[in-house]
């Protein structure tokens, strides 16, 4: 099993900054992509942001340009650095980590969700 706990939301304007953590803990090892999902209110979870075990990253395309993601595997971290936030970017924010339990079989890990509220 692992555990992910998020930190690091909270309110902020429109253009304002936030940088969202999460810690992995427990049986972490083989951990492959750890990720970023966000939803909002009467939408559907949607990925933000993801970087692969090989340090490749991709982004939503609503929030390409505008936010980082990043991993130190040292510290079973990952972080994302929100910039220029809009209201639209108002979201539960989720961190997710999956890892291989068998050779081929991917276990999908999430975190209880941090609040990023972005006020115009």
């Known amino acids: 099993q692992v555990q992910l706990v998020e930190s690091g939301g909270g309110s902020v304007q429109a253009g304002g900054s936030l940088r969202l953590s999460c810690a992995a803990s427990?049986?972490?090892?083989?951990?492959?992509?750890m990720a970023w999902y966000r939803q909002a209110p009467g939408k559907s979870r949607e990925l933000v942001a993801i970087v692969r075990s090989g340090g490749h990253t991709d982004y939503g395309e609503s929030v390409n340009d505008r936010f980082t993601i990043s991993r130190d595997d040292a510290k079973s971290t990952v972080s994302l650095e929100m910039a220029r936030l809009k209201p639209e970017d108002t979201a539960v924010y989720y961190c997710n980590a999956d890892q291989y339990i068998t050779k081929w079989e991917l276990q999908d890990y999430w975190g209880q969700g941090t609040q990023v509220t972005v006020s115009s």
């Open positions: 427990g049986n972490i090892a083989s951990i492959n992509n």
